[in-house]
T-cell receptor, first 114, second 121 residues
Framework: GNSVTQMEGPVTLSEEAFLTINCTYT??????LFWYVQYPGEGLQLLLK?????DKGSNKGFEATYRKETTSFHLEKGSVQVSDSAVYFC?????????????FGKGTKLSVIP | GAVVSQHPSRVICKSGTSVKIECRSL??????MFWYRQFPKKSLMLMAT?????????EQGVEKDKFLINHASLTLSTLTVTSAHPEDSSFYIC?????????????????FGPGTRLTVL
């Protein structure tokens, strides 16, 4: 079956620090990969996505590259801001199976301090 | 963009009562909607997949008679928590899948509602 493993955190960084949140996956076929962000008290927002191997998703300074050989989709940002404090979820969707369901990792809470 | 709304955003009810949560796709038609439950400091747990015009598909361990799902139109799905108990208190989130062209970049993208905080006293 499908599964997503991400570092659980919490992660605490100073403003302008470099961020990496690791994510690896197990899936059959060729899944699409996603990073979602959840701000306190809110639902999930799509941060970025990649639909095939070697694609790089990017948004708001965040990047992640779909690495099929290492089954990874690590999230990076060169310089975090206090406003980036949130919970980040790595997810995959295996639409080839016809269900379009998302499988989520457990989430990583990021706190950025001034 | 694609917007999904949920109503209400917060609800407090007494034990034994029923609560209905609405999920609407505001600017697209969603043939498939999903309902998730999120426990504190935990990931999202998929409860059920809701397809317009047919019965919902529930995940293992989710009581279909307790969590009633109705997908009456292409823009509306409802989750009713029947005979609510304090252990049903949670954050419920819906998502809607926007259909796209097969192989396109938005083929399997889901858009999430802002969530509903349910507290059962």
């Amino acid at each position: 079956g499908n599964s997503v493993t991400q570092m659980e955190g919490p992660v605490t960084l100073s403003e302008e620090a470099f961020l990496t949140i690791n994510c690896t996956y197990t899936a059959t076929g060729y899944p699409s990969l996603f990073w979602y962000v959840q701000y306190p008290g809110e639902g999930l927002q799509l941060l970025l996505k990649a639909t095939k191997a070697d694609d790089k998703g990017s948004n708001k300074g965040f990047e992640a590259t779909y690495r099929k050989e290492t089954t990874s989709f690590h999230l990076e940002k060169g310089s975090v801001q206090v406003s980036d404090s949130a919970v980040y979820f790595c997810a995959l969707s295996n639409s080839g199976a016809g269900s379009y369901q998302l499988t989520f990792g457990k989430g990583t809470k990021l706190s950025v301090i001034p | 963009g694609a917007v999904v709304s949920q109503h209400p955003s917060r609800v407090i009810c007494k034990s034994g009562t029923s609560v209905k949560i609405e999920c609407r796709s505001l600017d697209f038609q969603a043939t498939t909607m999903f309902w998730y439950r999120q426990f504190p400091k935990k990931s999202l747990m998929l409860m059920a997949t809701s397809n317009e015009g047919s019965k919902a598909t529930y995940e293992q361990g989710v009581e279909k008679d307790k969590f009633l799902i109705n997908h009456a139109s292409l823009t509306l799905s409802t989750l009713t928590v029947t005979s609510a108990h304090p252990e049903d208190s949670s954050f419920y989130i819906c998502s809607a899948r926007r259909p796209g062209l097969a192989g396109g970049s938005s083929y399997n993208e889901q858009f999430f509602g802002p969530g509903t905080r349910l507290t059962v006293l």
